[in-house]
């Protein structure tokens, strides 16, 4: 098990650290189209941003590479580190369930002010909910997490399945002849997610161009628990994804203990499975000329098991190329100790450069242009989280959740040791 060799007591583990400062630059890479232009374009290039050229070659791209696979890395990262605090608070002689849910109660309300001030596509109140489920498992063996884990997992899929088959029965009814008025207007409420009409497209960019207020009494005000269903319709998978987690913590996988050639063979196997599955869908997808149920389904369900895969293959590799810490492994574990800074830090740097109160990009940048604020940010990150971490115990935002999950300010910054004081 890699640990920082420095006098912190909390000995952190460095493969979680880099694995996690991954994961946060490549959820990043994805989200940023959320950012920059509607919501319908995420998922489906036709929408909005450019479905040719740079514009799908950066989707097939980012489908292929990243999307799914860095949040559920980062979802099994968070159950790994959830399961860590729990066990140092025991080691420590402190109440385990006290710990825990305190900290899970203070990220929730950060994650609802971050979704409802900030910006729509917040993870972090879904981790509040889900950790706090995923805390009955705390004392579980490896074999009953991964056992949990896939039965959550196949869960998920098989309700989101059974959507997808009820998007289908929608469209076949719409277009049959005779078409009632109900069943046309059931496709045509679903497909306008995807292919929104001009009116839905124009007051979406007015009000993301738009002042901060506005935009936070659409989300307060007119949208309150918008979020309650995403986050209830995610919860098997996201809490499968934090069993795993936990299974990888405990059985060594995440922490670094595996041999090279263990590594080696799950790396290989998962990414290679992972990535050939998503060309498919990719493939699948143009060919259909993305085609609602397919673009969804492929997506949420075709590509499930694939995701997980292409998680633990990327966990391996980072693994086995960072074996030596050299300085940039150092730098992106000092971006995974500041996760929780960077992830909130991307929605402040990204929503200033295209809402309405910063720069006002919105709708305005191609997806290709969008995703070039990426690499800038990346740059930021590995810039400012090791000088920040050499000076202070904690990132800024980690050290306010953990100061007010403890209910006492905590130490921030770092004592100088005797001699640099004398010097």
Not at 361 to 380: C, D, F, K, M
Request: hydrophobic share 55%; aromatic share 16%; proline share 4%.
């Amino acid at each position: 098990m890699a640990t920082l060799p420095s006098g912190d007591a909390s000995k952190r583990i460095v493969t979680l650290d880099i694995i996690r400062g991954i994961a946060v630059m490549g959820i990043f890479s994805v989200n940023i189209t959320a950012f920059a232009m509607i919501e319908g374009a995420y998922f489906n290039p036709p929408t909005y941003g450019g479905a040719d050229g740079a514009n799908l070659a950066l989707w097939i791209a980012n489908l292929i590479l990243i999307d799914g696979k860095m949040r559920s890395l980062f979802s099994m990262l968070f159950g790994a580190s959830m399961l860590l605090v729990i066990q140092r608070a025991a080691a420590n002689g402190e109440s385990p369930t006290k710990v825990h849910f305190a900290r899970m109660a203070v990220l929730f309300a950060i994650g609802w002010l971050h979704y409802h001030l900030i910006w729509w596509g917040d993870i972090l109140k879904d981790y509040a909910f889900v950790g706090c489920i995923a805390f009955l498992w705390r004392n579980a063996s490896v074999k009953k997490l991964l056992g949990w884990g896939i039965g959550f997992y196949i869960f998920g899929m098989l309700f989101f399945g059974s959507f997808i088959v009820q998007m289908l029965q929608w469209d076949q009814a719409a277009h049959a002849a005779g078409a009632s008025r109900a069943a046309i207007d059931n496709w045509n409420d679903f497909a306008r997610m995807m292919y929104p009409p001009a009116a839905d497209i124009a007051k979406d960019l007015a009000l993301h161009r738009g002042s901060w207020l506005g935009i936070a009494h659409y989300w307060v005000v007119e949208k309150p628990f918008s979020w309650v269903q995403g986050m209830l319709m995610f919860t098997p998978e996201t809490l499968a994804l934090m069993l795993f987690g936990m299974a990888g913590y405990k059985s060594g996988f995440l922490t670094g203990e595996w041999d090279n050639t263990r590594y080696r063979k799950w790396a290989i196997v998962g990414l290679s499975l992972g990535a050939l599955a998503s060309i498919a869908v990719a493939i699948a997808d143009i060919q259909s000329r993305f085609y609602v149920p397919m673009v969804f389904g492929g997506f949420i369900v075709g590509l499930a098991p694939f995701r997980v895969l292409m998680a633990a293959g990327y966990a391996a590799l980072v693994i086995l190329l960072t074996r030596n810490s050299g300085w940039l492994a150092q730098r992106i574990a000092a971006t995974g100790r500041a996760a929780f800074s960077n992830y909130l830090g991307t929605s402040l740097i990204a929503t200033f450069v295209f809402y309405g109160w910063g720069l006002g990009y919105y709708g305005y940048a191609e997806r290709w242009q969008a995703w070039l604020l990426v690499p800038t940010v990346w740059a930021i990150m590995l810039l400012w989280s090791k000088p920040w971490l050499e000076r202070f115990h904690y990132g800024p935002l980690e050290w306010v959740w953990r100061t007010l999950a403890r209910g006492k300010v905590q130490p921030f910054r770092k004592r100088l040791p005797a001699a640099a004081v004398a010097a």
